[in-house]
T-cell receptor, first 113, second 113 residues
Framework: SQTIHQWPATLVQPVGSPLSLECTVE??????LYWYRQAAGRGLQLLFY??????ISSEVPQNLSASRPQDRQFILSSKKLLLSDSGFYLC????????????FGDGTRLSIL | GDSVTQMEGPVTLSEEAFLTINCTYT??????LFWYVQYPGEGLQLLLK?????DKGSNKGFEATYRKETTSFHLEKGSVQVSDSAVYFC????????????FGDGTTLTVKP
């Protein structure tokens, strides 16, 4: 069966520090991969998505970046965090196909001090 | 572009009450429609889906019918429980949006004993 791992679960970082959040998927090949941010009490904001290795589409201009160095690995990064980067970050994957849902990780709670 | 609109929350109900959460969509073609549920501190889980007009998705007592004539996919449950307290998201997937899946803003449901 397919599983998705996202870590760390919680992270507290000072303003201006770098960030690296990692997401890996097991049990499937060539998935679509997604990074979302969810502010407190708000909906999902799609940050990045990838349809293949090295293929990243950015949805929102910001100081975050994403990379997909391997087929089932998706990394969210920042060189210098801002206070506004605080939130709940969710990684998700899906297979290709119209009726296919997304499958989410457990999320990373990021607090910027 | 494609979009999803959910009824604004929060929704507060007593146990065993009837639940309806409205969802309407805008999309070209024939998208698939989904409801996801998010429990506190967790990622989203697929609750149910429908892939074509007049399909009814159902799971755990929840139901939603794909109504193309009204572009709607309203979530219903006949008798809610305290354990149903969560945030509910409506989403669609279309073969024209490169694997992206627009989500509604989420509706927070609180069920009181």
């Amino acid at each position: 069966s397919q599983t998705i791992h996202q870590w760390p679960a919680t992270l507290v970082q000072p303003v201006g520090s770098p960030l690296s959040l990692e997401c890996t998927v097991e049990g499937t090949s060539n998935p679509n991969l997604y990074w979302y941010r969810q502010a407190a009490g708000r909906g999902l904001q799609l940050l990045f998505y990838s349809v293949g290795i090295g293929q990243i589409s950015s949805e929102v201009p910001q100081n975050l970046s994403a990379s997909r160095p391997q087929d089932r690995q998706f990394i969210l990064s920042s060189k210098k965090l801002l206070l506004s980067d605080s939130g709940f970050y969710l990684c998700a994957w899906s297979v290709r196909g119209l009726g296919q849902p997304q499958h989410f990780g457990d999320g990373t709670r990021l607090s910027i001090l | 572009g494609d979009s999803v609109t959910q009824m604004e929350g929060p929704v507060t109900l007593s146990e065993e009450a009837f639940l309806t959460i409205n969802c309407t969509y805008t999309a070209t073609g024939y998208p698939s429609l989904f409801w996801y549920v998010q429990y506190p501190g967790e990622g989203l889980q697929l609750l149910l889906k429908a892939t074509k007009a007049d399909d009814k998705g159902s799971n755990k007592g929840f139901e939603a019918t794909y109504r193309k004539e009204t572009t709607s996919f309203h979530l219903e449950k006949g008798s809610v429980q305290v354990s149903d307290s969560a945030v509910y998201f409506c989403a669609l997937r279309n073969n024209t949006n490169a694997g992206k899946s627009p989500f509604g803003d989420g509706t927070t449901l609180t069920v009181k004993p």
